[in-house]
């Protein structure tokens, strides 16, 4: 009940997963009410960055006033120096994903390369999983990253499928899932948001090639 006295929202702040405080709910409560009806909607939406200018900021975050962003890897030190400047001029702070699904590298183009999926998934210690999700909070982290779209649970039923290939920890529910919780637990040792990732179809799905294929010879 107290979640649902709370100004309409039916969100308790003080409770798992947020276990906010009392300063804490106040800022959000107080957030949400300064923002104009355009504001909260622009909340809704990521916007992948294909620019790493001031410029190209100024124009989504004033225009647009995104939640979040996605970015396209670049060195470290630029990436870092994009997303300090974008949390700076926010009036809200942004989300900031990247897809550190092999260790650091993903975040930026010198981070640290630790294995693929299926190379964590392939090895009878697990910890490998672990580790890579680690080295992937630590310096996701170091560069202002707080959003990770990884591990990836997709099964690799079918060889064929060049999508998820490598970016499966296996063909067994049993061990993707195992991979998977000690990926989640390693990044969890950073303070990032994990997002697991599934691609609908992927990872069994051959048939998008086929329609390609046929729509070619149709035309």
């Known amino acids: 009940?107290?979640?649902?006295?709370?100004?309409?929202?039916?969100?308790?702040?003080?409770?798992?997963?947020?276990?906010?405080?009392?300063?804490?709910?106040?800022w959000v409560d107080g957030t949400?009410?300064?923002?104009?009806?355009?504001?909260?909607?622009?909340?809704?939406?990521?916007?992948?960055?294909?620019?790493?200018?001031?410029?190209?900021?100024?124009?989504?975050?004033?225009?647009?006033?995104?939640g979040g962003m996605r970015y396209r890897p670049g060195p470290a030190a630029d990436v870092q120096e994009h997303i300090r400047y974008a949390q700076s001029t926010t009036k809200v702070p942004l989300l900031v994903a990247s897809n550190p699904e092999m260790g650091g590298f993903g975040s930026c183009d010198d981070g640290t390369f630790v294995c693929t999926h299926l190379q964590a998934g392939s090895h009878p210690d697990k910890s490998i999983a672990r580790d890579m999700g680690k080295v992937a909070g630590v310096e996701c982290t170091a560069i202002g990253c707080n959003w990770a779209f990884a591990p990836i649970v997709d099964i690799h039923y079918n060889w064929r499928n060049t999508v998820i290939s490598t970016r499966s920890f296996g063909n067994t529910p049993e061990i993707v899932v195992e991979r998977a919780k000690e990926y989640f637990d390693g990044i969890s040792e950073s303070k990032m948001a994990c997002a697991i990732k599934h691609f609908p179809g992927d990872g069994v799905d051959e048939r998008d090639q086929h329609v390609v294929t046929s729509y070619n010879t149709l035309d």
Do not use: C, W
């Open 1 to 26: 009940m107290r979640a649902l006295q709370r100004k309409g929202f039916a969100v308790d702040l003080a409770a798992a997963p947020y276990n906010l405080d009392a300063a804490s709910i106040a």
């Open 32 to 66: 949400i009410a300064s923002m104009s009806l355009e504001e909260k909607i622009g909340q809704l939406f990521i916007n992948h960055n294909n620019e790493f200018t001031p410029e190209y900021l100024d124009g989504v975050l004033e225009n647009y006033h995104v």
